[in-house]
């Protein structure tokens, strides 16, 4: 188990299944970044971080959970709707939505002492939503257990994040550069656009986390690995 391969299939299950990703998530995705270009647009440019929080916790959940319902379903052989895939992910959202508050608290907790203690609490709760989404574990449980389970895996997790992340932020921040100046108010369809765009290139973190996730699960998590992304 190492970084490469473990982004090696993770690629090629995105790839593949990208339309049906797209299907799913895309909507959502331009929903939440619509919803913040309106609350910039009603509470002016200096709207308070935090409600913008708020704005992500209501989308987020929904669309990460589908997710993560889709690629457990897809490595067990199903293949299911995008309906029914948020019908199962709807129940979801509240525990999903206090686990995304919590992840985020502890995060800016490790950010207010400093870089790395944010970044290492970012890595520790990695697996906190797929421990919530398919064990059934309270968000609290979800993390504690999170803590656990990458004990001995934070080099590997760690390489795995930056190495999909790290390329899309640099992207994004290029194309914010290039074509939404500091002295020019971008188009909302422009914004709306790269948003939705870079949020949808953000989902292949998920995917690689999911795999690294059923690699360090207990065998009766892991039991069955063909097919899994």
């Given at each position: 188990?190492?970084?490469?391969?473990?982004?090696?299939?993770?690629?090629?299950?995105?790839?593949?299944?990208?339309?049906?990703?797209?299907?799913?998530?895309?909507?959502?995705?331009?929903?939440?970044?619509?919803?913040?270009?309106?609350?910039?647009?009603?509470?002016?440019?200096?709207?308070?971080?935090?409600?913008?929080?708020?704005?992500?916790?209501?989308?987020?959940?929904?669309?990460?959970?589908?997710?993560?319902?889709?690629?457990?379903?897809?490595?067990?052989?199903?293949?299911?709707?995008?309906?029914?895939?948020?019908?199962?992910?709807?129940?979801?959202?509240?525990?999903?939505?206090?686990?995304?508050?919590?992840?985020?608290?502890?995060?800016?907790?490790?950010?207010?002492?400093?870089?790395?203690?944010?970044?290492?609490?970012?890595v520790?709760?990695?697996?906190?939503?797929?421990?919530?989404?398919?064990?059934?574990?309270?968000?609290?449980?979800?993390?504690?257990?999170?803590?656990?389970?990458?004990?001995?895996?934070?080099?590997?997790?760690?390489?795995?994040?930056?190495?999909?992340?790290?390329?899309?932020?640099?992207?994004?921040?290029?194309?914010?550069?290039?074509?939404?100046?500091?002295?020019?108010?971008?188009?909302p369809?422009?914004?709306l656009?790269?948003?939705?765009?870079?949020?949808?290139?953000?989902?292949?973190a998920?995917?690689?986390?999911?795999?690294?996730f059923?690699?360090?699960?207990?065998?009766?998590?892991?039991?069955?690995?063909?097919?899994?992304?």
């Amino acid at each position: 188990m190492n970084v490469l391969s473990i982004l090696r299939d993770a690629w090629y299950f995105y790839s593949r299944n990208l339309t049906a990703i797209a299907l799913l998530c895309l909507p959502l995705i331009a929903l939440e970044s619509a919803a913040k270009l309106a609350v910039e647009h009603w509470l002016g440019k200096g709207v308070l971080p935090a409600q913008e929080l708020l704005t992500g916790l209501i989308f987020y959940p929904l669309y990460v959970g589908a997710l993560i319902l889709y690629l457990d379903a897809r490595s067990r052989g199903f293949d299911p709707t995008a309906r029914e895939v948020l019908a199962r992910t709807l129940p979801l959202w509240p525990a999903l939505a206090l686990l995304a508050a919590l992840g985020t608290l502890l995060i800016i907790l490790g950010a207010s002492l400093f870089v790395l203690p944010a970044i290492w609490v970012m890595v520790k709760i990695a697996f906190a939503e797929y421990l919530l989404v398919l064990r059934g574990l309270t968000p609290l449980a979800a993390l504690k257990e999170s803590f656990q389970l990458t004990r001995g895996h934070f080099l590997l997790l760690l390489g795995c994040m930056l190495a999909v992340l790290l390329p899309i932020w640099i992207a994004e921040a290029l194309l914010a550069v290039q074509f939404m100046p500091d002295e020019k108010t971008p188009h909302p369809a422009l914004i709306l656009t790269f948003d939705s765009l870079f949020g949808l290139l953000q989902l292949l973190a998920t995917v690689v986390l999911f795999r690294c996730f059923m690699l360090c699960s207990p065998p009766a998590i892991a039991e069955d690995e063909q097919g899994q992304p």
